[in-house]
């Protein structure tokens, strides 16, 4: 059983577009993260999520928006692609927010080009 | 402001032992957290330091000294396989992860 999925594995659009990428886990976490990975393989948080509060890095667009249907899904939308969006983007679980020991479990990554 | 400082890339040989460093500098401090991450996959975990210290598991270790800010990871025994990024995360007292940009490491036969 896959403990942090994500889909879809590959994204291609063209700009201006607005798509989504889902991001479910099973592990019973009670906090998710999207994080952006770019072409130099620096990891980026751009957003934490638990049933409480959303924390949001202020360096992201705000054409970026997570939305979280249920304690298990954090979704991320995109509108308005930029060729600076292309990137992989890999979501996250960890079981409670504020646990020194957390372990954050990441999902496969969406690898997203910007035509 | 929070930084994060590791070497971009190591190159080591199939058997031998390497030891990949990283300094931080934090709003406060929760742990040291190093994760390794294959070409094209997600980071996975592989260890955790709060407290001075060498923290031994299997092949891998990680040291940490909260005062010096700096932590490594020491790898023995290298097999192919190891040939990774590692990247370096300190968790800061927000208990936000900081993320380094990761040490590609390439094992040679």
């Known amino acids: 059983d896959t403990a942090v999925s994500q889909t879809p594995k590959y994204l291609v659009t063209q700009m201006g577009n607005d798509k989504s990428i889902k991001c479910e886990q099973n592990?019973?976490?009670?906090?998710m993260y999207w994080y952006k990975q770019d072409s130099k393989k620096f990891l980026k948080i751009m957003f934490s999520?638990?049933?409480?509060?959303?924390?949001i890095n202020e360096t992201v667009p705000n054409r970026f928006s997570p939305k979280s249907p249920d304690k298990a899904h954090l979704n991320l939308h995109i509108n308005s692609l930029e060729l600076g969006d292309s990137a992989v983007y890999f979501c996250a679980s960890s079981p409670l927010a504020g646990d020194v020991t957390d372990t954050q479990y990441f999902g496969p990554g969406t690898r997203l080009t910007v035509l | 402001g929070q930084n994060i400082d590791q070497p971009t890339e190591m190159t080591a040989t199939e058997g031998a032992i390497v030891q990949i460093n990283c300094t931080y500098q934090t709003s406060g401090f929760n742990g040291l957290f190093w994760y390794q991450q294959h070409a094209g996959e997600a980071p996975t975990f592989l260890s955790y330091?709060?407290l001075d210290g060498l923290e031994e598991k299997g092949r891998f270790s990680s040291f940490l000294s909260r005062s010096k800010g700096y932590s490594y990871l020491l790898l023995k025994e290298l097999q192919m396989k190891d040939s990774a990024s590692y990247l370096c995360a300190a968790m800061d007292s927000n208990y936000q992860l900081i993320w380094g940009a990761g040490t590609k490491l390439i094992i040679k036969p």
């Open positions: 592990l019973g976490h009670d906090t």
């Open positions: 999520y638990n049933n409480k509060e959303l924390i």
């Open positions: 330091n709060v």
